[in-house]
């Protein structure tokens, strides 16, 4: 029994001890992708499929303001998110492109739920669809959803993570210009 208070008092010194330290040293994250791109910069374009599955690019897409949101047919908070850019598009109908980018580099049965999940709905806004993981490493989409906001010159001037209802976001696209 003396031996097992032992180890635990030597865990405990050492938990406490890692702590301290790397409270003291602090932490600094490196940056996650070399790539990804910071408020203010110019968007990196990425190759993609259509809902069809033809070969677009993301630059396809970027003519005008833009919103792309960043997907998942697997999250839920990703299809709220779809609602809430629908009552947005109700708002202010073609003056902002609204780009749904789906992270289809997970495999084929993400490709296919997405897909799916897109027929099914009546979006009045285009899906592409990341079959390799650029758009995920280009922009650092750690989690979804994720939303960026560009300019007509496909400059980012916002980035969300996480749900944004239609009021915020229009806000946001009020200052796009």
């Not at 109700?90 to 289809?104: A, M, P």
């Not at 806004?125 to 650092?140: C, P, Q, T, V």
Request: aromatic share 12%.
């Amino acid at each position: 029994m003396k031996r097992v208070l032992i180890i635990l008092g030597v865990l405990v010194l050492l938990f406490v001890g890692a702590y301290l330290l790397y409270n003291q040293i602090g932490y600094q994250p490196a940056p996650l992708i070399s790539g990804s791109r910071d408020l203010g910069e110019g968007f990196l374009d990425f190759p993609a499929e259509d809902q069809a599955g033809n070969a677009v690019y993301f630059s396809d897409f970027i003519d005008q303001p833009t919103i792309a949101f960043f997907w998942t047919s697997w999250c839920g908070f990703c299809k709220l998110g779809m609602d809430e850019l629908v009552d947005l598009y109700e708002q202010i109908g073609d003056q902002v492109q609204i780009l749904l980018v789906n992270l289809s580099w997970m495999g084929n049965r993400e490709l296919i739920l997405g897909r799916d999940f897109m027929e099914a709905s009546d979006f009045p806004f285009f899906s592409i669809y990341d079959i390799e993981g650029e758009a995920e490493r280009l922009y650092a989409v750690n989690a979804v959803p994720l939303t960026l906001f560009l300019d007509a010159d496909g400059t980012i001037h916002h980035r969300q993570l996480g749900l944004m209802n239609a009021d915020a976001m229009l806000q946001v696209v009020s200052e796009l210009g």
